[in-house]
């Protein structure tokens, strides 16, 4: 849930009018501000949007329209140039506008549409995992023995980050847990997914923040985490409006079984996770049966490490998938990973969900995604 003050707050829950923004800056350098100054280029709201999806390795993407004020368009939204774009949404608090940070990207595509004197573009554009993954390496990338994964990510993304200078919100690493010797990213890894890697053999997931830091969170036990927003009931006033919902058994596991294949294991491994509550769903004794999700971990070096891994991707999958269509709502705080408690109706009650994916339209600010319930 991205921070705010408690005007936004009571704002949002309210009838205030939701305003897009975004700042177009190349190498640091603001070129443009489609809100205060839109020297070259307007944003157009209609169309334009910001999605996110947990599931995905690279998370965050953005589809936003232009109209080219001063000819200068094309150049600036070159997909060589990797300007970048800093998306935003905001609410008129106390006389002036108070802005969250939809995240930071680079534009993959541009399709410019000319008619008479006037062009439009449209681009497409994914946030700083994809600078990465741009940025192969030239020679085989050696992980330093008895170090921890989390510092060993980072030199990795500072190593690939070209264009921009990283940034990280990291937890402490785990006590007696170091990378082995030997550890060897080839010429053929894809950057990113290495430093998803070692990230992941603490227990954690790696993505790109709403202000373009690279974030390593724990993955916490949905059913012992608190819900950042209470949606559609009497105490939060954005009633929800045509909502739909759609249960689906895709994607649905009840275990994990993570085993570890480093080349420089004497022996297997193996770590594995399952819902053993009898009051659950997918309780794995129960008509459900047994559907673990499995994993291969090529970092792991011992069983405990795998069952740590196994319990953070267990964490995140765990639950019933449902698509739901959050109708009128919108909050932009809200991030995917989030927590929420969500009111259908009477007939339907409420429920705790975990959200997936999410997207946001810039025109009305209207959020609609995929949550993943509580179980």
């Known amino acids: 849930m991205m921070p705010s003050t408690t005007a936004f707050e009571t704002a949002v829950r309210g009838s205030a009018q939701l305003a897009a923004r975004v700042v177009i800056s190349l190498a640091g350098e603001i070129l443009d501000d489609t809100f205060y100054t839109q020297d070259h280029l307007m944003l157009i709201s209609a169309g334009s949007s910001i999605d ?55 534009v993959e595509g541009n399709v410019t549409t000319i008619s008479g004197t006037h062009s439009m573009h449209g681009v497409q554009c994914t946030d700083r995992s994809t600078r990465i993954r741009n940025n192969p390496w030239g020679a085989p990338w050696q992980v330093a023995a008895n170090s921890d994964y989390f ?91 045509e909502t739909s919902r759609q249960v689906t058994n895709r994607e649905v596991y009840n275990g994990v079984i993570c085993r570890g294949e480093a080349p420089w294991l004497l022996f297997p491994i193996k770590g594995e996770v399952w819902d053993d509550d009898p009051l659950s769903k997918t309780y794995r004794g129960g008509p459900f049966g047994e559907k673990p999700l499995k994993i291969g971990d090529s970092l792991a070096t011992t069983n405990a490490q795998c069952q740590q ?64 319930r509580r179980s």
Not at 64 to 69: A, Q, S
Not at 193 to 215: D, I, M, P, Q, T
Not at 351 to 367: H, N, P, W
């Open 309 to 372: 891994i196994a319990q953070a991707k267990f964490n995140q999958i765990r639950g019933v998938t449902e698509d739901v269509d959050f109708g009128s709502l919108r909050d932009p705080r809200l991030e995917e990973g989030d927590s929420i408690e969500l009111f259908l109706n009477v007939a339907h009650g409420s429920g705790y969900y975990t959200v997936d994916k999410i997207r946001y339209e810039l025109a009305s600010g209207k959020m609609t995604g995929m949550l993943r």
């Open 151 to 241: 510092t060993q990510a980072k030199l990795l993304l500072v190593d690939r980050a070209k264009g921009f200078t990283p940034e990280f919100n990291f937890p402490a690493p785990t006590p007696g847990l170091v990378t082995p010797a030997g550890m060897i990213f080839s010429e053929e890894d894809d950057p990113w997914a290495s430093a998803l890697k070692l990230v992941e053999s603490e227990g954690a997931e790696l993505y790109l923040g709403r202000n373009g830091e690279f974030k390593a969170v724990r993955t916490e036990d949905p059913l012992t985490v608190q819900p950042a927003l209470s949606l559609g009931s009497s105490d939060y006033n954005i009633l929800l409006t």
């Open 52 to 106: 996110y999806d947990r599931g995905r390795e690279s998370r965050g993407t953005a589809t936003l329209t232009f109209h080219d004020m001063s000819g200068m368009g094309a150049e600036i939204l070159d997909p060589l140039v990797y300007a970048e774009l800093r998306p935003y949404l905001g609410v008129m608090v106390n006389g002036d506008w108070e802005w969250i940070a939809m995240g930071v990207y680079s």
